[in-house]
């Protein structure tokens, strides 16, 4: 299922923050000049690559924007070397896995970027193999 | 203690980069000067692998480690830098690494080795290594650099770091207000055993931007036993990937 829902204007910051089902990898880095705390995007789709790196590890995914356009969605993680203590490897997620993600939209317009987010399977289930 | 002792080596892993400096060090006969005072004295044992990590402290931010308690006060030349400043030009955002007083704070491990002539603190963050001279040597011009000049000496139970020689930074104040620090940056710090924890007051001047000294306090725990660091290897193009992601000051 590829499907995208957008939740504007929902105070999630608490919650939502830095936290990952099982596997926390926390954005050290302030992320507010990028990503806009006080509004939360849900992203559905298939991931084309997982990005292992420092300073920061991305998620790119095959999804759909709020109006069923086809788009690339940009999760930023953290560094790896905290992730991997975490228990997080390259492995952890690959291309082709389905993938849900939660989290606080990019600022700029046209841009598909989430930070902080929740990632779990579609169903909501942990994504730890 | 003896001249070639490497403290805690018995107890902590010695990682190959220490190896090769200590190497380095034998070959250029440094290790033979020894200063009197960290050879005779009863030295406080900072050796180790410590965790700055979010389980220990709060991560940092603009308002971290930087509170509004003793968050600096920023002369007219700071203020108008301030204000001028795009986060977008940040040197993070292409692998710059992170200097003092910002890389004390980032959270991540962080490693002590102490040698009779010098300690050496390396950061997992940036892949950053920093020599603390402890034999009296005083710098040159050509000690200019990100992370300075530092001489170290012991006061008490504490080690003392004095860092001086620093180049004009950008954002060499904290990676997250906009804040430059100048040539004149001096960074003292002291590091201290409370149990477990390893504590650090860290205290800066920057006469060009700053109005009078500011300090903040910090700690970190053992590490987990057997925990290596591990290389960063920043990727300049991962680096500046969310840059895109910020409306831009200018437009």
């Known amino acids: 299922m590829k499907r995208t829902l957008w939740i504007s204007s929902l105070v999630v910051v608490v919650v939502v923050g830095f936290v990952f089902t099982s596997l926390p990898a926390v954005a050290h880095h302030s992320s507010a000049p990028f990503y806009d705390p006080t509004k939360s995007v849900e992203a559905i789709g298939v991931v084309q690559k997982f990005v292992f790196r420092n300073p920061h590890s991305f998620l790119f995914i095959d999804g759909e924007d709020a109006d069923g356009e086809a788009v690339e969605w940009e999760v930023e993680l953290g560094a790896a070397v905290s992730m991997r203590r975490a228990g997080w490897t390259p492995e952890t997620i690959g291309a082709g896995d389905s993938i849900r993600v939660v989290g606080q939209p990019s600022r700029a317009p046209g841009t598909y970027g989430i930070c902080c987010a929740r990632i779990t399977r579609p169903d909501g289930s942990s994504i730890r193999r | 203690m003896s001249e070639t002792d490497i403290r805690g080596s ?35 044992d900072l050796v180790g692998v410590w965790d700055g990590g979010p ?42 690494p992170s200097a003092s007083p910002a890389i004390q704070y980032d959270p991540y491990f962080m490693e002590i080795v102490q040698w009779p002539d010098r300690v050496l603190i390396r950061y997992e963050k940036d892949d950053q290594l920093r020599t ?20 170290g000496r012991y006061d008490g139970d504490a080690l003392i770091v004095e860092t001086s020689h620093f180049v004009f930074d950008i954002t060499g104040f904290d990676d997250y207000n906009g804040i430059p620090s100048s040539q004149l940056k001096t960074v003292t710090e002291r590091y201290w055993r409370d ?20 300090s903040y306090t910090t700690r ?13 290897e920043c990727d300049p193009e991962e680096a500046r990937r969310s840059v895109k992601f910020m409306i831009p000051k200018y437009r």
Do not use: H
């Open chain 2, 220 to 232: 970190w725990l053992p590490a987990p036993e057997d925990y290596r660091l591990g290389p960063y």
């Open chain 2, 132 to 151: 603390v001279w402890m034999d009296q040597r005083e710098p040159t011009l050509a000690d200019y650099s990100i992370q300075g000049f530092s001489v």
């Open chain 2, 195 to 214: 149990g477990e924890e390893l504590r650090m007051t860290l205290t800066l001047e920057d006469p060009l931007f700053l109005r009078e000294p500011a």
């Open chain 2, 55 to 96: 389980r220990v402290r709060r991560v940092n931010g603009p308002n971290m480690p930087w509170t509004a308690e003793n968050f600096p006060v920023l002369n007219e030349r700071a203020l108008a830098f301030q204000q001028v400043f795009d986060e977008a030009i940040a040197p993070k955002y292409d692998c710059v």
């Open chain 2, 10 to 44: 018995s107890r902590r892993p010695i990682c190959l980069a220490t190896a090769a400096a200590l190497l380095a060090a034998a070959f250029q006969g440094a290790i033979t000067q020894v200063g009197a005072q960290a050879a005779e004295a009863e030295i406080a």
